[in-house]
């Protein structure tokens, strides 16, 4: 079952080269989200370990982790909360910035989102070198959430973003992993 869940993700997933620039190969996984099998299975499978626990919130990071993440929530009968981009939240937000390969980005939740000790499961389409969901269990940690995992469609394990969110002391839990950027 895991292993055909994992063939059919390699399959869905489309790989476009040289994309946003030259050496990556960027992970689109628009034609997994219109596949209704590979969408749907994707979904169970990443709440399949929570679903017998009490989830509070699910956390999103902008764009595709609002689309996992709103499915999952639906699935566990629990809140979506989204961690955006600088400037997109219309009510008093916190902030990180955080590196990317080159230059700044800044993350953003709203400071009310989560009450203290709330149980939160973090997902994003994808972890790469880990600073994004870095940024955001950072964000999360500053409300006092409690961080029960993280989850992913895809690792890239060669740039060592789950080992990085595992040292942080967070639960890595991922569906398939493609070689390479
Ligand atoms: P990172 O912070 O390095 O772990 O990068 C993760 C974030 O960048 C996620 O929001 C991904 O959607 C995006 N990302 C990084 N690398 C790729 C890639 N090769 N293909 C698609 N998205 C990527």
Do not use: W
């Amino acid at each position: 079952m895991e292993h055909s869940l994992r063939a059919q993700l390699e399959k869905a997933i489309r790989a476009i080269p040289n994309y946003p620039k030259e050496g990556i190969i960027f992970r689109d996984i628009t034609t997994l989200l219109g596949d209704a099998s590979a969408f749907r299975r994707s979904v169970d499978e990443l709440v399949h370990p929570y679903s017998g626990s009490s989830i509070d919130f699910v956390a999103g990071i902008e764009a595709r982790g609002f689309i996992l993440g709103g499915a999952m929530a639906h699935q566990l009968s629990c809140g979506f909360v989204p961690i955006r981009k600088k400037g997109k939240l219309p009510y008093d937000s916190i902030s990180i910035e955080y590196d990317l390969e080159y230059g700044k980005d800044e993350l953003e939740i709203h400071k009310d989102a989560i009450k203290p000790g709330s149980r939160v499961l973090l997902v994003d389409d994808l972890i790469a070198t880990g600073g994004t969901a870095e940024a955001s269990i950072l964000l999360l940690r500053e409300l006092e959430a409690d961080i029960i995992g993280s989850c992913f469609v895809i690792d890239l394990p060669e740039l060592g973003g789950r080992k990085k969110i595992r040292e942080m002391g967070v639960a890595v839990r991922t569906l398939v992993e493609f070689d390479g950027h």
